[in-house]
């Protein structure tokens, strides 16, 4: 996992933001994107599983074990 990036998205998604939006924001979602996923997976990055999972999903960072909202 590249910590750079990891940080960067752990900060755009401190405020609720679309995941593509918020993927772009940090660099080419070709390197983002499995970061951001993996970030989720750890629950440090939420949204909302109830729902399908696409580019629109409202990402923001969790609560909790991992999280770090702020």
């Known amino acids: 996992m590249d910590e750079a990036v990891a940080a960067r998205l752990r900060e755009v998604f401190a405020q609720p933001l679309a995941l593509m939006d918020g993927a772009?924001?940090?660099?080419?979602?070709?390197?983002?994107?499995?970061v951001l996923f993996h970030l989720m997976w750890r629950h440090e990055?939420?949204?909302?599983?109830?729902?399908?999972?696409?580019?629109?999903?409202?990402?923001?960072?969790?609560v909790g074990a991992g999280g770090r909202r702020g």
């Open 24 to 34: 772009e924001l940090v660099g080419d979602p070709t390197a983002t994107l499995p």
């Open 45 to 62: 990055l939420e949204a909302d599983l109830s729902l399908v999972l696409s580019d629109r999903s409202i990402v923001k960072t969790a």
